[in-house]
């Protein structure tokens, strides 16, 4: 009876050791996939402008960024983001912003640090540079050809990326990166009664969802 007692409590001493080596075995994963707004500037900021002036593009964010509900912290090292920007002319009042013809043509650009390299008839590469942990870009652009335009930066991601302050309990932590947008002289003054009036695309009233609208419009007279 002993020996059979002692046996029991062998066995038992082992299951629990079992679990206990199973459970230290699994891992906890993480996946987050958080938006972020990247800040840029264009200036001066107006409503019309006169053939043969000059707006400036400006970008500068740091390496080290905090998602778009300012919850948690994301690293950008050397990082490979996909930039671009696309500028049209808003002559078709029963197409949306998106069907505009491409007019990248009508401008010139003077570049900095970076720049905006025209490629088609509508659209451009943006070239941020990387130094000193921030991501910057500076450009002129020249205007030769009077009407009414839209200019979007836009940036996107297809990496993950790093985490500066990760949540405890995880032993692996994906830093997806969402949502990108470029949010232009922060949010102020973009315009968007143009493109109300001239495109079938309603700008006038965002809702609070809607905040990934990285588009200045602006008039161009002779």
């Given at each position: ?123 451009g590469e943006l070239d941020l540079v990387f ?92």
């Amino acid at each position: 009876m002993v020996t059979k007692l002692n046996t029991y409590k062998i066995r038992e001493c082992l299951l629990i050791l079992t679990l206990f080596f199973l459970a230290s075995c699994t891992k906890e994963e993480l996946y987050l996939s958080k938006d972020f707004e990247f800040p840029a500037s264009l200036s001066p900021v107006k409503e019309s402008y006169i053939v043969g002036d000059t707006i400036d593009i400006k970008i500068q964010f740091d390496k080290i960024l905090e998602d778009r509900e300012k919850k948690i912290k994301y690293l950008f090292e050397n990082y490979n983001f996909e930039t671009s920007v696309r500028i049209v002319e808003l002559t078709n009042k029963s197409e949306p912003l998106a069907g505009q013809s491409g007019s990248i043509q009508s401008f010139q650009f003077l570049n900095k640090v970076g720049g905006i390299f025209p490629f088609g008839s509508g659209g451009g590469e943006l070239d941020l540079v990387f130094t000193n942990g921030s991501y910057v870009l500076s450009s002129s652009m020249i205007l030769r050809k009077s009407g009414v335009y839209a200019i979007s930066l836009i940036i996107n991601t297809s990496q993950p990326a790093q985490l500066i302050n990760p949540p405890v309990g995880y032993d692996q932590i994906t830093a997806g990166v969402g949502a990108t947008f470029f949010i232009l002289n922060s949010g102020e003054g973009l315009n968007f009664h143009l493109i109300t009036q001239n495109t079938a695309s309603n700008y006038d009233n965002p809702s609070p969802d809607d905040w990934a609208r990285p588009v200045f419009a602006f008039r161009v007279e002779e």
